[in-house]
Nanobody
Framework: QVQLVESGGGLVQAGGSLRLSCAAS????????MGWFRQAPGKVREFVAA????????FYTDSVKGRFSISRGNAKNTVYLQMNSLKPEDTAVYYC????????????????????WGQGTQVTVSS
């Protein structure tokens, strides 16, 4: 069982930046591929970014490419989402997700691929 705890959300003006963190309670963090998803009110939870267990591979949804960056610190059991040039349409609850993985460069973009989820952190971008 893996517990995930997100932090770093908040209220920011358009054009600003936030850095989300997700801490995992596992001694084998480098056995897990990680992802970030978000859910706006009235909408389905959508994929944002993913990173392989090694950190060698990353993938982003088109709407955040060039603005968001996913990274991980395996020694700290933490995955990060750096969000720059934020827009009002980025407003959502952001969720961290994990799934076990033995493939160094594989990332996962589907909600159904992930076994573990955090409780979410609210990001609000004002115009």
């Amino acid at each position: 069982q893996v517990q995930l705890v997100e932090s770093g959300g908040g209220l920011v003006q358009a054009g600003g930046s936030l850095r989300l963190s997700c801490a995992a309670s596992t001694r084998t963090f480098n056995n897990y591929a990680m992802g970030w998803f978000r859910q706006a009110p009235g909408k389905v939870r959508e994929f944002v970014a993913a990173i392989s267990w090694s950190g060698d591979s990353t993938f982003y949804t088109d709407s955040v490419k060039g603005r968001f960056s996913i990274s991980r610190g395996n020694a700290k059991n933490t995955v990060y989402l750096q969000m720059n040039s934020l827009k009002p349409e980025d407003t959502a609850v952001y969720y961290c997700a994990a799934r076990s993985s033995s493939r160094r460069t594989v990332v996962h973009t589907s909600r159904d691929d992930y076994n573990y989820w955090g409780q979410g952190t609210q990001v609000t971008v004002s115009s």
